[in-house]
């Protein structure tokens, strides 16, 4: 019997197998960040242990920095702890560190892979959910929690219990204006966000293939949404295309090695997922959530869901609930939600691709007068970049805030927060309660409907905008 | 990680079940960037009742904890069992843990120890009416003792070998160094590596 391609991504890997104990897994990258490593570098020390592969870890700051004044010391002293304990902890075990100011420094999943250093066929580890973004590339990427991050620095191995394996086939061609985002959020919002719970999903078909690498990456950013471990797209021209020529992608005689060896990582024909979910592209339309979980999400030309019309007890109080948090009325056009924020960033939409995206709307008009806008690039690269095509300008111009990377507004842990009782639109990936700030309301979208949103100042897509826009 | 054979040390009766790891340890208390010291976040807010079991002297200094049912439920923190070790805490005994606390305690050396609810009431009764009296828990024998009374507890086998042998989850891969160091000879020679530190680069100089 065939094997899908995590099966030979995972096989590849085994360095130990005995019946009743977990397979130890070798792990060909480790992404390290401030919050969730202290301890896990703290117990080595505890242990007298070293990183055993600090050529296979590379360290960025993201979740805490401030995206302003980034010249600064930082204010908060949680955060100006756990940063500077990061770079102490780099230092004293020979990890390379990307700090605050530097021009590699980003979001660690946006700066993995603008390096070519996300791979396919990897093993990819971080104390991070948000790892699964790596599957992108056909890379085996999963979150970690802080005894097994300190395991990796000191063993470069994981003991990994086995995983399910789940086809998740869109054919067709999504719609214009429909993006990777509004797919993602309809894959969430039909499998629920525990219908990945205990599997690796490969995302395939010819909507699929038709994406770019850094939509691919929105897409398996958010397989943890559903619940799953890991998220993976085999790699093919596109996936070359992007990883040649990077800074740490193979050249020469090893690229074509390397491009033979990928090839062959595709799922076999006759390859049995443990199950499968068949969506048609060409059904899509822009998605928004309207609930505290990404999988409660419609299309934004629907309406607030009524709670009285859901049949499963659980999922209607989870509704009432959730239109309680948001304040929101059920029948409410989701057009007709104002906003106070647009967040346009993060791992999931913070790449070069989103930003233009949203320029080009953003061109030539204005955010509207009661909008706050918050452009923040995944790294300092997509910075760099944006400012070299002049999106900089278009975005200050209409009205927009124009910062420095790091995860931003995605979680609030840095100064960059809604209110109480705020309400934002976002191109993140949780809209938990308090997510971005205490009492914040966020609705998850793509970074067009982000654009449009801030113009119209209400839940809008871009096709809203070409009637004339009422001033204000 | 020390090994765990047996164990004696003043038997603390916590009669309360659903010991959540909020109370256990409560979030303000996670923004540490160290592995130790969070003992002083040990059932903060229940610390601050006077009448609580660990403000008693003669219990303060007590490290086998006999808690009521479901010990451990709610967020996954591997802080609430530091704190319980930290604090100096060998054994929990309950008659039902949450799974991932149970599963954290393996990993950090604390001695998870499910007994019959009857032998937890027969433990405390015992641990009230004779208050500072020593409890000795025998892991290979899987037994708690405590004056006459003795009473048997369950323990994953796995798990009970590890403590047994000391052995945290990075020693027993260490017991397999030299199939690492094998397969990373076998490794794909255009797998790509980070910078080394300082290789020209202008990574690790912040410029603050």
Known sequence: MGRTMAEKVWDAHVVHRAEGEPDLLYIDLHLVHEVTSPQAFDGLRQAGRGVRRPDLTVATEDHNVPTKGINLPIADEVSRTQVETLRRNCDEFGVTLYPMGDAEQGIVHVVGPQRGLTQPGMTIVCGDSHTSTHGAFGALAFGIGTSEVEHVLATQTLPLKPFKTMAITVDGELPQGVSAKDLILAVIAKIGTGGGQGYVLEYRGSAIRALSMEARMTIANMSIEAGARAGMIAPDETTFEYLKGRQQAPSGAEWDEAVQYWKSLTSDDDAVFDAEVVIDAAELSPFVTWGTNPGQGLPLAGRVPDPELITDEAERVAAEKALQYMDLTAGTPLKD???????????????????????????????????RLLVVPGSMRVKQQAEAE?????????????????????LGMNPDQLAPGERSASTSNRNFEGRQGKGGRTHLVSPAVAAATAVRGTLSEPGDLRQPVVAG | MQAFNTHTGVGIPLRRSNVDTDQIIPAVYLKRVTRTGFEDGLFAAWRADPSFVLNQPVFAAGSVLVAGPDFGTGSSREH??????????????????????????????????????????L?????????????????????????????????????????????????LTLRHADQIDEFEKSRKKFLPSTPAPGAGTAARTPSR
């Open chain 2, 123 to 171: 433990l405390w009764k015992e641990l009230e009416n004779a208050p500072g009296t020593e409890v000795t828990v025998d892991l290979a024998a899987q037994t708690i003792s405590a004056g006459s009374l003795t009473v048997s507890f369950q323990i994953d086998p796995y798990v009970r070998w590890r403590l047994l042998e000391g052995l945290d989850d990075i020693s």
């Open chain 2, 80 to 121: 609430a069992v530091w704190a319980l070790l930290d604090y100096g805490i060998k054994v929990v005994v309950s008659s039902r843990f949450a799974d991932i606390f149970r599963g954290n305690a393996g990993k950090g050396g604390l001695v998870a120890a499910q007994a019959a609810q009857d032998d937890v009431e």
């Open chain 1, 337 to 371: 939600i104002a906003v106070d924020t647009v967040f346009l960033g993060s791992c999931t939409n913070g790449r070069i691709e989103d930003l233009r995206v949203a320029a080009e709307i953003l061109d030539g008009r204005r955010v509207a007068e009661q909008v």
């Open chain 1, 390 to 410: 002049g999106l900089d300008q278009i975005f200050v111009a209409s009205g927009a805030e124009w910062r420095s990377a790091g995860c931003s507004m995605c």
